[in-house]
């Protein structure tokens, strides 16, 4: 299943719960069980992550646990819909302006959204297009250009039909007010005007006589059934309004539908799915004040301006497994950051204000989530102990890497019990799968365990890739070393590394590139030609087999050296 941080904050707040960039099993399985344990103490919907793609070890642990992989997120920069904007509803284009001035009114808005029946957007209608509405209205024929709709007239004008068809339009002819005696009317009424007129029943006579469209009697006033009679024959609408004539002819403009006066090309608009980053600059350069959002599918969802910019807050965020921004998926920055929960050393991550932050120094961060499951009193279900104890596994190599403490084992083993795995039997499967490289590109290997660390002014990355099978390991050499060629020149660093680690011999090969690197590992190990093999920038690191305790540190101490 793929996402990319998409349907995110709705009513429920949404938290994101994800490791690292490349992510490993103990990232995989920490963020799923943290993202459980977190949903069952709060209200809240809380989402396990990943933030690349699954190694063949973390796809065998999900599968026989018959875990759904988690969403994949490739960033959680701040995207519109991760913040507050105005879900004002979209209108019709039969609105009448009356009715889209009383609305900009009542929710203190200048840009309403026209929708059709689907929900798509067709246009939006400001108060300045209103305003022009009034200002530059000269033709009396507008009422019937803009095809006004006879129920619109009514409801403007608060009248009463009596004879005629609410449904219909008016769509030809003028508007005029019969003031003057029914021989001057006859002067100047075409067919199928609108007649605004009094009580006089010669003029209304005239009127329908010389086939106005509709008569509208002012100040209340009754209308006769010869009228009512005459009217119905010649297919003229007849309303009353208690507005006198004045205040008739000044109102009706305002029954005019919307869509004659709204803008429909060049629209700006903007989906759920952008980032704020990026509309930020087209926001600033245009006048608006308000800007349609829309749905991947383009329905209309509502308004964003760009008051909503101000003080917007990012994606809630819980990290696990890492907490250093070089590990994290990019937009970190911008994320609202609630809680880290780690193994390794203190990194970079800033945060906007006070978070959870619990960082012991065990060997896997699944350690620290089952302590947690503890502490809380909340059940570990059999496939959560499977999840834990997989990753445990998996960060300490089966107990052979120097990270392993006693607690990090013995809790391996009360999970394993759990779970009802035999644990000698069910890790070799799990780390034999992770050395299941057959079809596996160059890229996919080397990233099945890559890590970017910075050192002051230096920058190097660290792959590794572990299996029991020494041969595979031997034909990899070549490969590997190509392909960091070019992970070297993509990443910008200073120096890389890969570590090809037999997890028997508990040896690791360590691939060097960059200027200085291999002549730095041979310092730093205090090691010479006697005691190590160097052949084309691979050194032989007998003992070595964890980056995060035996490598990246020793590294780091003698770059800053």
């Known amino acids: 299943m793929e996402a990319n941080a998409q349907d995110l904050n709705e009513k429920k707040e949404t ?31 809380y989402l396990p992550c990943r933030g690349g793609s699954l190694n063949p070890e973390t796809e065998y642990v999900l599968n026989y646990f018959g875990i759904e992989e988690p969403s994949c997120v490739d960033n959680v920069r701040t995207q519109v819909k991760d913040i507050d904007f105005r879900k004002t509803p979209g209108v019709s284009r039969g609105f009448s302006l009356k009715n889209a001035w009383r609305l900009m009114q009542e929710n203190n808005v200048v840009t309403l959204p026209v929708v059709n029946d689907a929900s798509l957007l067709e246009g939006v209608i400001t108060i300045g297009d209103i305003t022009k509405s009034y200002m530059n209205l000269y033709d009396s024929s507008i009422i019937s250009q803009a095809c006004t709709k006879y129920a619109n007239i009514i409801e403007t004008l608060e009248a009463t039909l009596i004879v005629g068809d609410p449904e219909a339009f008016f769509t030809s002819g003028k508007v005029l007010i019969a003031a003057a005696n029914p021989d001057m009317m006859e002067n100047y009424i075409e067919k199928n005007d609108l007649v605004i007129l009094g009580n006089r029943y010669e003029s209304q006579l005239c009127a329908i006589e010389m086939e ?65 980053d990026e509309i930020h600059d087209i926001m600033a350069s245009k006048r608006h004040r308000d800007f349609p959002v829309t749905d991947g599918d383009g329905h209309y969802v509502g308004m964003l301006s760009r008051r909503n910019l101000l003080g917007a807050k990012g994606k809630r965020v819980i990290l696990v497994d890492h907490n250093e921004k070089s590990q994290a998926v990019p937009g970190m920055e911008t994320a609202d950051i609630r809680e880290i929960i780690d193994h390794h050393r203190l990194g970079t991550i800033e945060t906007l204000q006070p978070v959870y932050f619990r960082c012991q120094p065990l060997g896997c961060t699944a350690t620290i989530i089952y302590q947690m499951y503890l502490e809380s009193h909340v059940e570990v279900t059999p496939r959560i102990a499977g999840l834990l104890c997989s990753a445990i596994i998996s960060d300490t190599l089966y107990f052979r890497s120097p990270t392993c403490t006693p607690v990090d084992k013995k809790t391996a083993l009360e999970l394993a019990q759990i779970a009802g795995i035999e644990i000698d039997s069910y890790a070799k499967h799990m780390l034999s799968a992770a ?6 590109s160059d890229q996919d290997i080397f990233y099945q365990d890559f890590k970017r660390f910075t050192a002051g002014k230096y920058t190097f990355g660290i792959g590794q890739i572990t299996s029991l099978n020494a041969d595979e390991l031997e034909e990899l050499k070549p490969r590997m070393q190509a392909y960091s060629e070019k992970a070297q020149a993509y990443h910008h660093t200073n120096m890389m590394f890969f570590m090809l680690t037999n997890i028997l011999t508990e040896s690791t090969e360590l691939l060097c590139l960059g200027q200085g690197a291999e002549q730095l590992i041979s310092n730093a190990f205090h090691l010479d030609d006697d005691h190590i093999e160097k052949i084309d920038g691979i050194i032989h690191l007998p003992g070595v087999v964890s980056r995060k305790k035996q490598l990246a540190p020793i590294i780091m101490m003698a770059l800053q050296n």
């Open 15 to 45: 938290t994101l719960v994800i490791g690292h960039r490349n992510p490993d099993t103990d990232s995989v399985c920490s963020a799923i069980c943290y993202a459980w344990l977190k949903s069952a103490l709060n209200a809240g919907e």
């Open 435 to 440: 050395s299941d490289l057959k079809g596996k």
């Open 212 to 276: 106005a469209g509709c008569i509208i009697v002012c100040d209340g006033a009754n209308v006769s059934l010869t009228i009512r009679k005459l009217a119905t024959e010649h297919n003229c609408t007849v309303l009353t309004t208690p507005y006198d004539t004045y205040t008739t002819a000044r109102l009706i403009t305002q029954s005019m539908p919307i869509s004659h006066f709204m803008t429909r090309e060049n629209l700006i608009t903007f989906t759920e799915d952008d980032y704020l």
